[in-house]
């Protein structure tokens, strides 16, 4: 489908004078409410169609059924393309979020009963550890969350003592940041939980390649300062756990964070190496300045949080720039 003219011109006009974002939140606000495939109307009839066969009637069902889950994809993916390509509004972040890693269906008048199952979950779990005395009321909230994620996921270690393994470590810094973007811990849980299997599932064989790509896209941006890296042995030190296991958690304030997940969440790890490789253009002055590997790594690891936005949307730009646009039309 061709892209609308006049919508490109107001789109354009609106980022002129200061709007950002308006024809996009309603195109937004309009696949939020998309009911996939008439769902109601096609159950209803696959209902008011059954004739004497019952075979007939199982076959009406299977094909309603086998629609229902080919446009649940098909409203999924129209909503990862438009994450992709467009800034998230901050009133649906969160919503989208759940949409996109599964938590709620994309259909709207499902989710009430959806939420409703999910914090009954959050309590038997919540319960079963109190029961077993892992957690107790003085329990971090983000222990708390990392308690329940290895009950459910088989990892509970025999005893609350026993040290983390690095994943647990992950888990917590995740934890830490959503707990910051999130008030309902029961969302919060969910996200985190979500969230780390999605990109553990999703991206866990192409992480260690990330260094090698950030490599790569840095020599063509700026091989000056590529070659001062490799000078000092600085790139094999860079903080790519960091970056790029701990998705940028703890370097990263929220207004900036988000923003990056945005990307993770709806499809892509290769946005963590164009924010990687903006914040090196950033402060290449700086790293130009210094000849210690161990130096530029503890200043990397503590990056100024003053002007992480525009980091941000220049790594976005990058990102585009290098990986291309979805080319759905939304």
Not at 7 to 35: A, C, T, W
Not at 76 to 100: D, G, H, I
Not at 155 to 177: G, K, N
Not at 283 to 312: C, G, H, S, Y
Request: proline share 5%.
């Amino acid at each position: 489908m061709a892209e609308d003219p006049q919508r490109n011109f107001r789109s354009h006009y609106y980022e002129k004078v200061g709007f950002r974002g308006v024809e996009e939140k309603k195109s937004l606000e309009i696949l939020l409410k998309d009911d996939p495939l008439g769902c109601k109307s096609a159950l209803t009839n696959t209902q008011t169609s059954v004739t004497t066969s019952l075979r007939k009637r199982s076959l009406l069902t299977q094909s309603a059924s086998l629609r229902w889950r080919s446009q649940y994809t098909q409203d999924v993916e129209k909503l990862c393309t438009f994450a992709q390509r467009y800034p998230l509004p901050s009133m649906y972040r969160v919503l989208v979020w759940k949409v996109l890693l599964g938590i709620l269906p994309p259909h709207y008048e499902s989710h009430s009963a959806v939420v409703t199952f999910r914090k009954e979950q959050f309590q038997d779990l919540l319960q079963a550890l109190q029961v077993i005395r892992f957690v107790q009321d003085s329990t971090p909230q983000v222990w708390v969350y990392l308690r329940m994620y290895q009950l459910e996921s088989g990892t509970l270690p025999r005893r609350p003592s026993q040290s983390l393994e690095p994943e647990d470590e992950v888990f917590i810094a995740i934890a830490e940041a959503m707990e910051e973007m999130v008030e309902n811990d029961v969302d919060a849980y969910w996200l985190v939980k979500c969230f780390v299997n999605q990109f553990n599932n999703k991206y866990g064989d192409s992480v260690p390649h990330l260094p090698k790509s950030l490599e790569h896209y840095l020599n063509l941006e700026d091989s000056k300062l590529l070659t001062h890296l490799k000078m000092c042995s600085a790139m094999s030190k860079l903080p790519y756990d960091l970056w790029f296991v701990h998705c940028f958690s703890g370097c990263l304030p929220e207004s900036s964070l988000q923003r990056v997940w945005d990307k993770i969440i709806s499809g892509s790890c290769k946005i963590l190496v164009f924010v990687a490789m903006e914040i090196l253009l950033t402060f290449k002055m700086k790293l130009m300045a210094m000849n210690k590997a161990e130096n530029i790594t503890q200043f990397l690891q503590n990056i100024p949080q003053e002007n992480t936005d525009a980091i941000i949307s220049k790594a976005i730009d990058l990102w585009h720039k290098y990986i291309g646009t979805p080319v759905h039309s939304v």
